[in-house]
């Protein structure tokens, strides 16, 4: 298989100036005719240094019968192209500007790549990034070249009296035989991978939204006949997106008409074709009794990110694959931004972060470990990674952090007013912060430099792969009230990565005094007055100090704090300032008192993670360690009784690690993961608090009851906190709660449902039994319900698992065509330790055929999926030879470029997993 790289990238030999399209739709197959106006690229010319003409021009297209092909109206010879599995070369075009016509046959109805031009449940849709378009037409489809689309769609009235594509409808009429057409005009030149065509039975929900300039937009939202009930949340996120971005970015709609279309068989979770969304529908479909308060801030999420795009990702586009972050981290930030403007900065930072270690950092120390800007890929589909998502939002928000808001939207109105209608690079973003930084630093002469860092420097963010460690070490000095911080920051080899370099770390950390009380952070040579001018704003926690660590190594003096036998204690990364880890060792009273004190949310949450953390891996390994779960029981009473605390705060605070999590601290530990043991030592650990926390536990329940009516946003605190307090007294053994839990899952609430059938898990007990069958009964005929359901069978930890999970797969409700059923079940053996971990290997096996089988239909589903084995090299001896050995069987099996790809990445040997 061959590697496209990013040092090779030249620009396209062949500009294009307008795509316009006839695609006809029928019962069987499809035809599309595509007009495309070509001219020859002078830049590209001047980037050869060759003559003005006569190079070769390659039109992408997989899967595709061509039945005419012309230029300037007449048709080519045979020998004047030639054409090839995945394109056609045409020879010697002309050296002045010209029209290229083909027609081609294609398959929508057989599509189950779900790239491309496919049906969903009798709907005509697509899906064309990143490189889907060349499965309806032959096409250069680079995301380099924008052009003016026009689409004209005709298809059966009674089967598809929806037809949609981007842009404005211009026309629309009948034509004979029971057939019509619609037209739609793009006027925003826009790369392949933004279009967009649907086109079948749909119904609406139509409202207009005024924008800040005063013009009038409508907003349609198609759904499934019957779904028009559960359409009110998602418009309702969108109107709140459209206005947060004209609010604090000041970026307004710039269309007629934007549509949202919900499609049920869908490999990613949405797309933000221009004008013209597509989503998976589970991320559409939604009222708080049949989604979950956690999914109902999803879809606000990802409602938002997709409009978000129109400017970050639309009219700036990406100029190549490599920059994807560009717009993904970019947007990612943004929607970041917007749910914790909505609901919260503290607790949607700690789930944003939970999230960012369970699945980036994990990548980042694995065999697929890449970075934010990758040099080189096989299959571009395999980088809709969480490092180019998620880490590429904390590059982006690191920047937010040194520069402050105010210079970093100079950067962004810089950004937009150089990139507007074109498509750039992530050095162009940088570019722009790094110019308004400038300006801004140069403002503030007399000010302190301490904030200013290196851009060059900054962009190794971009370059290199692996989390970077800070390595912490402490001196204190009671008789003279100094602490001394000896820093050192490495980050750990990745492949193709042996040595790394520093990078610049923006390091928030403040001091918490004996008495909880917030202490300065004031530097040596510093008098107190400056020290304070230096605190950043009380969002932060309290008296924190941004300090930039860009060094290697770094010698740090923190002076004028009391003469007493013991230091303060130190409160690091406060909001997450970067992503990295940090290896210090600290005591367990250390922690326990940031757990009670510390005026940063993120870094009082983080301390009880390391206790938990603790506590669990002990139990892992047999010892559990007595006094450290009663101070952890202690702590956790005091938060639980703590009023000022919401419930959603406790909740999370009281939260387990995830198993990932847990994985990763066993190997800082210095152990090899065992995770069926750490998986049961959780559970253990939660029956061991839901005992010791009894009559508060109970209290609190009782407090939390009176708001489950609330509707989403409220209450959702409440229902999360009795969620976990459900989980604690089962795990307990507690017959009236496990009888609360049972009756959930009848209830009116889809949150509590779920939390009670989450509660009653792990137990092979009569009351989960029914409560898992009320629930299908009730839910049976909604597949996106239904998913959820799967999802929990395939991950129930007790009795013959295989054997569930092949009964599922032979479910007459179970989809293989559907990306979500298959996550659902597949995913969830993934995520059941014991199953999918067991000792004889059998659960490796059965994953690697099923992913062999997948492969044939979804590459991209099973791509995604054959990353379960990437970790294998970090288990015991007999485990990784097990998963090894089911890895070797899979690279045997005829498999897809994208599957092909990550597993030849997880068997290579120069991989540090
Ligand atoms: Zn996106």
Redesign the pocket.
């Known amino acids: 298989m061959s590697s496209v790289r990013l040092a090779d990238y030249r620009p396209a030999p062949y500009l294009l100036s307008r795509t316009d399209l006839t695609v006809r739709l029928y019962g069987d197959h499809a035809l599309v005719e595509a007009q495309l106006r070509f001219a020859p690229n002078p830049a590209a010319n001047e980037a050869d240094g060759a003559g003005a003409s006569g190079e070769p021009l390659w039109l992408a297209g997989i899967a595709l019968t061509l039945e005419s092909l012309q230029i300037d109206g007449l048709t080519l010879a045979s020998e004047a192209y030639a054409l090839e599995s995945e394109g056609l070369m045409i020879k010697a075009p002309p050296a002045a500007p010209f029209v290229l016509q083909s027609r081609v046959r294609i398959e929508p109805h057989s599509n189950t790549t779900l790239e491309g031009l496919y049906v969903s449940g009798g709907l005509f849709t697509t899906q064309c990034e990143a490189e889907g378009f060349r499965r309806i037409t032959f096409h250069p489809d680079r995301p380099d070249l924008l052009s003016r689309f026009r689409v004209r769609i005709e298809a059966e009235h009674s089967s598809c009296p929806v037809l949609l594509s981007n842009g404005n409808c211009i026309d629309s009429g009948p034509l004979d035989q029971g057939r019509h057409y619609a037209i739609w005009d793009d006027p925003f030149p826009k790369p392949s991978y933004l279009f967009a065509l649907v086109a079948g039975v749909l119904e609406e929900r139509r409202e207009l939204f005024t924008t800040a300039s005063g013009r009038s937009v409508q907003l349609r939202l198609h759904v499934e006949p019957g779904d028009l009930t559960y359409t009110e949340h998602a418009m309702a996120s969108l109107r709140r997106a459209m206005r947060w971005d004209e609010q604090r970015y000041g970026l307004e709609y710039d269309l007629d008409e934007y549509n949202i279309v919900a499609v049920r068989h869908f490999n990613m979770g ?1 797309m ?1 074709n221009k004008s013209l969304n597509i989503f998976n529908s589970k991320l559409v479909l939604a009222d708080h009794e049949i989604a979950t308060d956690e999914e109902l801030e999803r879809i606000e999420s990802v409602i938002a ?2 409009y978000f ?1 129109n400017w970050t ?1 639309n009219r700036i586009t990406c100029r190549d694959w490599f920059q994807l972050s560009l ?2 981290g970019l ?2 930030f943004r929607d970041q931004s917007f749910t914790s403007d909505l609901h919260g900065a503290a607790i949607n930072r700690i789930e944003n972060v939970s999230i960012l270690r369970n699945t980036q950092f994990r990548e980042d120390s694995g065999p697929t470990a890449h970075p934010v800007q990758p040099d080189a890929y096989q299959a571009i589909d395999n980088f809709y990674t969480t490092t180019i ?1 998620e880490k590429g939002s904390e590059v982006i928000r690191m920047l937010h952090t040194l520069l402050g808001e105010e210079t970093f939207m100079r950067g962004m109105t810089l950004y937009v007013s150089r990139h507007d209608g074109s498509a750039a690079t992530c050095d162009d973003f940088v570019r722009a912060m790094e110019d308004a930084a400038t300006l801004a630093w140069d403002e503030a002469q007399e000010s302190s430099d301490s904030c200013r860092f290196d851009f060059a420097q900054f962009k190794r963010w971009y370059h290199q792969a692996g989390t970077p460690v800070l390595q912490i070490q402490r001196n204190w000095d009671g008789s003279c009230g100094e602490l001394e911080l000896h820093i050192r920051q490495h980050t750990p080899p990745t492949p193709g990565q042996p040595h790394k370099q520093a990078v610049v770390i923006p390091l928030v950390l403040g001091l918490v005094g004996q008495g909880g009380e917030p202490l300065p952070v004031q530097l040596e040579g510093e008098d107190p007055e400056t020290a304070q001018e230096q605190d950043l704003p009380p969002s932060w926690g309290r008296r924190s100090r941004l300090l930039v660590i860009d060094q290697p190594e770094v010698q740090l003096r923190l002076c004028g704090l009391p003469k007493q036998h013991h230091p303060p204690a130190l409160s690091l990364l406060r909001q997450f300032s970067a992503p990295i880890k940090l290896d210090l060792g600290r005591p367990v009273a250390e922690l326990v008192h940031l757990l009670a004190h510390d005026s940063d949310p993120l870094a009082r949450w983080d301390a009880g993670q390391l206790l938990l953390k603790r506590a669990v891996l002990a139990r892992s390994q047999g010892q559990h360690d007595a006094q450290l779960e009663e101070e952890l029981g202690d702590a956790f009473g005091r938060i639980l009784n703590d009023p000022s605390l919401s419930q959603a705060s406790k909740a999370l605070l009281l939260s387990l690690p995830g198993q990932p999590e847990l994985e990763d601290a066993a190997q800082q530990a210095g152990h090899k993961p065992d995770p069926p043991a750490l998986f049961a030592a959780a559970q253990s650990l939660r029956q061991r608090l839901g005992q010791a926390l009894a009559t508060t536990l109970l209290q609190q329940l009782e407090a939390c009851q009176t708001e489950w009516t609330q509707s989403w946003p409220h209450g959702q605190g409440d229902r999360r906190l009795s969620g976990l307090i459900w989980a604690w007294r089962s795990a307990a053994g507690d017959a009236a709660v496990i009888a609360q839990a049972r009756a959930a899952v009848d209830g009116a609430s889809m949150t509590l449902a779920r939390y009670g059938l989450a509660a009653l898990q792990h137990h092979d007990r009569p009351e989960r039994q029914a409560a898992s069958e009320a629930f299908y009964a009730r839910w049976q005929h909604r597949p996106v319900i239904l998913d959820s359901w799967f999802a929990l069978e395939a991950s129930a930890p007790f009795g013959d698992g295989l054997a569930r999970v092949q009964r599922l797969l032979e479910h007459p409700r179970y989809d293989p065509n559907a990306p979500n059923s298959v996550r659902a079940v597949l995913g969830g053996l993934a995520g059941n330790a014991p199953v999918f971990h067991a000792a004889d290997g059998n659960g490796y096996r059965f994953m690697a055929r099923q992913i062999a089988d997948l492969d044939g239909r979804n590459p991209i589903t099973a791509s995604r999926l054959a990353k379960v084995f990437s970790r294998w090299r970090s288990y015991g001896t007999e485990r990784a030879a097990q998963m090894h050995s089911a890895l070797s069987t899979l690279a045997q099996a005829e498999l897809s470029a994208n599957t092909g790809e990550v597993v030849q990445q997880c068997l290579a040997e120069d991989n540090h997993g």
């Open positions: 949405a933000e990110h997709e795009h990702g717009k993904e947007t990612v998502y």
